[in-house]
């Protein structure tokens, strides 16, 4: 099956298209498919709520915000900070130990990185193992180590296969197709220690990403989901009941992710709103002058 198809328009000409390849699997069985479920691909941030489990299943102290703010991609807003603050001071740890390096365009930092809660959840696992935190985030450390433990058994994979390189934050980032993607989301709750992720993400929407990101609002319009961005246009995302998704933007683009969404999960039955059928496209007067949308 062809991928599906995201056009951008302006007024009644189409300017740009987008190729999203996506994929559904329950019980380890393909259920819908878009393109290419073998399409290879680093899960980035979307890897989140899988390098939780090591953390979760070392620290029965952490609460469910805790818990989220490890899972998120933060926007850096005063509730996502405090959260942070919170499991370092839960780890216990200190904002100088966080190895997630400073982000562009924001205050330069590491507390204000979009991935420090996850680098906070890693600490919390030095802790919790007497593990030293220096050099956490490189390839060699028990930490990392520990999460490619945790993405091969929630994918099913050969840790020793799993390709790896460096993500933007400096840890190691893992790639799978994007089928064993969507498998290791829909088994993630059913892992130990993955009902505290979900349970998590479901309570604390916004901390995982803020208001208006995709996975934010997705687990708003669909309670029971969870879901998680990840860069280069990958969207991840799982049902209570264990439907794992799988989303990529071929470019890259996370703007065609949500149409997309409301075209593939329709196909399972699964309802979106028009907000997510239909992105409009603003200029720098708030005015409406045209819309992202799934080609019929």
């Known amino acids: 099956?062809?991928?599906?198809?995201?056009v951008v328009r302006r007024g009644p000409v189409v300017e740009s298209r987008h190729r999203v390849h996506a994929v559904a699997v329950r019980d380890g069985e393909v259920v819908e498919r878009s393109g290419d479920?073998?399409?290879?691909?680093?899960?980035?941030s979307s890897s989140k709520p899988i390098q939780a489990l090591p953390l979760v299943r070392a620290r029965e102290d952490l609460g469910e915000r805790d818990v989220a703010i490890a899972c998120a991609s933060h926007r850096a807003e005063p509730e996502q900070l405090e959260a942070v603050r919170r499991l370092?001071?839960?780890?216990?740890?200190?904002?100088r130990e966080l190895e997630c390096g400073v982000q562009e365009g924001r205050p330069p930092d590491p507390l204000h990185h979009n991935c420090s809660g996850k680098h906070a959840g890693m600490l919390a696992l030095c802790r919790a193992h007497g593990w030293r935190s220096e050099g956490y985030r490189h390839g060699a450390h028990r930490v990392q180590r520990a999460l490619a433990a945790a993405h091969a058994e929630a994918a099913e994979a050969d840790e020793d296969a799993l390709p790896t390189a460096v993500d933007g934050c400096g840890v190691l980032t893992f790639a799978l197709t994007l089928e064993r993607a969507a498998h290791a989301f829909g088994r993630l709750e059913r892992l130990r220690g993955g009902d505290r992720i979900a349970a998590a993400m479901r309570a604390h929407p916004t901390l995982v990403g803020g208001a208006g990101q995709t996975d934010t609002e997705l687990m708003r319009a669909l309670p029971g989901w969870i879901a998680k961005?990840?860069?280069?246009?990958?969207?991840?995302?799982?049902s209570a009941d264990g439907l794992g998704v799988a989303l990529k933007v071929e470019d890259g683009l996370g703007r065609a992710q949500r149409p997309?969404?409301?075209a593939f999960l329709g196909r399972l039955g699964v309802e979106l709103g028009d907000d997510f059928a239909r992105v409009p496209v603003r200029n720098a007067h708030g005015e409406t002058v045209g819309e992202i949308v799934n080609a019929v």
């Not at 961005?229 to 799982?238: I, K, S």
């Open 229 to 238: 961005g990840g860069a280069e246009g990958l969207m991840c995302a799982a």
């Open 1 to 6: 099956m062809e991928p599906l198809q995201v």
């Open 260 to 262: 997309a969404l409301h």
């Open 37 to 44: 479920p073998g399409l290879e691909l680093f899960l980035r």
């Open 88 to 95: 370092l001071s839960t780890a216990p740890a200190r904002e």
